[in-house]
Structure formats: C-alpha cells, structure tokens
C-alpha cells in the first residue's frame, strides 16, 4: 500500500470514526449516566462489530446485500427501529440512579448486532474493501491493516466521546439536566435514524 492510499485510508476512517452517529451518540449517553467504566464494553463492542462485518463482507455478504433490495430494507428498518427503542429508553431515563438499575444500558452483544443494523458501518466496510482491498494481489495484507485501523479508529472516536460524556456527569447529575440531556441525545438517534430512512429513500429513487 503506498503512502497515498495509506493517507487516504487515514482521512476516510477519520471522517467516519469521528463525525456524530448511532454509536458516538451512544457512548456519550451511556457514559453521561453510567460513567466511563460502565460503558467501555460498548466501546470495545463497536469495533469488534466492525471487525466481524468487514470479514463478513469480504467473505460475500456485502455482494449478497447489495443484489438483494429486500436485505437491503430489512436491515434498514430493523436499524431505524432498533435506534428508535433505544432513543424511547434513553428519553426516559431521569437519574442516575435509574441508570445504574441498567435501565439505560446496552450489552456486548447488543453493542456488536447495533454496527450490522448501522448503514454508515455498511458504507464504509463496503468503500474500505473496494477501494483499498479487493483486486490487489496484497489483499490479504491490506485486509490486515485496514481492519488494525479499524479497530484502533473505533475505540479512539468513542472513547473520545464517552470521555467528554464521562466529564459532564457530576454537572448533569444536578436538578433536571440529565433528564434534558438524555432527551437531546435521544432526539440526535432519532434525527440519525431519519437519515438513514431518507438516504435510502433517495438512493432508491435514483437508482
């Protein structure tokens, strides 16, 4: 891989990793309510998603999902809905204390099915492998580091993001503001949700 498509490699991961979505919101939230150490196991879940669907991908998953519209609908309405419960869930948790009770957490488990639901996830493992790993005869090596990259993109942005939730909550634990600030990042899953819905809407009409 040379030093320009390594360069380029960097910057896509960087925009990715680090622009708002399902995941950043998340991370925020549950750090915000749980702490840091009760949401590294969503950190670390994100990037182990990422790990299994770029295989997966690699593997012919990508190309099955790309022949077939109706996968491509299904994963978006299980994704649009599965974010919507969880946006319900986060909007009604006030305290702290609440969610400490685990009404506001998400698993391991939950954490890695969540990037298989996330069309930004799928978008960017498809742009990775066809960009930069499939058709050269290095794939297998090039399919290493891109994978290294995407693990360390994917704890470094929602690490970041817990971090500075993980900050606010002493500030947030005062009067109603947790309450405020669960609802907001609630109505930021909503609005990414309604994204993924008219991306797709739109994709369709054009194609």
């Known amino acids: 891989m040379s030093a320009a498509e390594f360069?380029?490699?960097l910057l896509l991961f960087a925009a990715a990793t680090f622009t708002p979505g399902p995941n950043t919101t998340l991370a925020t939230a549950l750090a915000a309510n749980r702490g840091l150490r009760g949401t590294l196991h969503f950190i670390c879940a994100v990037p182990a998603g990422w790990i299994v669907l770029l295989l997966l991908c690699g593997a012919g998953l990508g190309a099955l999902v790309l022949a077939l519209p109706w996968l491509r609908w299904g994963i978006l309405v299980v994704g649009v809905a599965y974010m919507l419960w969880l946006a319900a869930r986060l909007a009604r948790s006030g305290t702290l204390g609440q969610a400490d009770a685990r009404q506001l957490d998400v698993s391991f488990v939950e954490g890695v099915g969540l990037q298989f639901l996330n069309v930004k996830v799928w978008l960017l493992a498809l742009t990775v492998l066809a960009g930069w790993v499939l058709g050269h005869p290095d794939w297998l090596a090039r399919l290493?580091?891109?994978?290294?990259?995407?693990?360390?993109?994917?704890?470094?942005?929602n690490f970041t993001y817990a971090l500075v939730g993980s900050l606010l909550r002493g500030w947030l634990a005062q009067g109603r503001r947790l309450l405020?600030?669960?609802?907001?990042m609630a109505l930021a899953l909503v609005a990414t949700a309604a994204w993924m819905a008219w991306s797709a809407l739109a994709a369709g009409a054009t194609s």
């Open 7 to 9: 360069s380029a490699l």
């Open 180 to 184: 405020w600030f669960n609802r907001a």
């Open 144 to 157: 290493g580091w891109t994978g290294l990259l995407m693990v360390v993109f994917g704890l470094a942005s």
